[in-house]
């Protein structure tokens, strides 16, 4: 005799980033995107990890509005270079800027991540830090690396999952989706919460 399993709810990614579609494809459970409006400017004051830690929340709870009864994921990266956050560099000329200030240093990344339940209202919220050691890098391995990976949407200015692992030394972090930009084993942990275990649906 079968066991009917409630349906699970709808799974909504709160983003409109290629490489947080490919992340979530991982799991291999239905998602739809839906990318959020909202101003992803720092306030004045704010912390890497507030910034982050709000953003998450702002992304999913903009999405939620349009998706009743779903579960939605925001999220959420800027890394901080001695001191000074990084966002998106969003043309060659920051990229090439933010390139060379990491090379040969530490620089930390933080991911926000956020699961609202649209239905209860309920939003687990966390950061997720990662340590990314530059190599030392010159003029013309920065130009390369710009020229044909065009990593203009990345915090820090490259793909990690593509060219980018050129870049490093060393990485440091319990969870290598982190750098990529979304933290899928706390994702993973997250759903479980919300009662959506993946190896058993």
Avoid: W
Wanted: glycine share 8%; proline share 5%; hydrophobic share 40%.
């Amino acid at each position: 005799m079968s066991v009917d399993r409630p349906a699970l709810p709808t799974l909504v990614l709160g983003s409109s980033s290629k490489s947080r579609k490919i992340l979530l494809e991982r799991l291999q459970i239905p998602f739809i995107c839906d990318s959020p409006d909202i101003d992803e400017r720092a306030r004045p004051g704010e912390s890497a990890l507030e910034l982050v830690r709000r953003l998450s929340s702002e992304k999913a709870v903009a999405v939620a509005e349009r998706h009743p009864g779903a579960l939605v994921i925001g999220s959420d990266q800027v890394a901080v270079n001695q001191e000074q956050i990084l966002g998106k560099p969003g043309d060659a000329e920051t990229a090439f800027r933010q390139l060379q200030m990491a090379s040969g240093k530490t620089v930390q990344f933080y991911t926000g991540l956020c699961l609202h339940n649209a239905d209860t209202g309920l939003q687990q919220v966390l950061v997720e830090p990662f340590t990314v050691k530059f190599r030392e890098l010159d003029a013309a391995q920065i130009k390369g690396y710009i020229d044909k990976e065009k990593p203009f949407s990345c915090a820090g200015s490259f793909h990690s999952e593509g060219l980018g692992i050129a870049l490093f030394e060393r990485l440091e972090g319990d969870d290598p989706a982190a750098l990529m930009g979304l933290p899928l084993i706390r994702l993973i942990q997250m759903l479980e919460n919300e009662g959506v275990d993946l190896l058993r649906e």
